[in-house]
């Protein structure tokens, strides 16, 4: 059987300290599920610790870091919140390039509750319909995107698929959506 992702590899970019844990292991879960190969890239080579709110949670090995990441090699990127995890992805110039490039390159992006701060950072949400957790909204709408409140927007007013959810209540919805979205990238 045929799986829905047949074999492309997807980026997970997360700082080293902050991805709220369920954010990431549920689209991680999703995408191997679909056949897809995904991948942990961080801000450093290293181990990443996640959090469960504001509680210290489980590590994750990243093996490639932002620096060395080329969009060339991926059909998508998902972008997981927690509060820190997007602060920090925001203030590193190689991550925010990194995200810039699949936005030229026409690839999709998922990005999930605070998770949109390094979007806005790389100037992608201009014109572009995006939901997040709310108190990112007044962000988003002074870099020029729409904000709605959905459990999942779907946005292709621009060069590429933006996939986006407010919280990990919607994660069932959001992790539908991008397995959907990647598959026809």
Known sequence: MRKQLDDKQIAFLVATEGVEQVELTEPWRAVEEAGGRPELIST???KVQAFNHLTAADTFDAEKSADDAEVRDYAGLVLPGGVANP???RMNTA???FIKSFFEAGKPVA???HGPWPLIE???VRDRSITSWPSVQTDLRNAGAR???QEVVECTDGPNTLVSSRNPDDLPAFCDALVQVFARA
Do not use: H, K, Q, Y
Request: with cysteine; charged share 20%; aromatic share 6%.
């Open 111 to 113: 990005v999930i509750c």
């Open 122 to 124: 790389a100037d992608a």
């Open 95 to 97: 991550a925010v390039a």
């Open 44 to 46: 450093e080579v290293g």
């Open 87 to 89: 602060d920090n992805l």
């Open 147 to 149: 904000w709605v409140d």
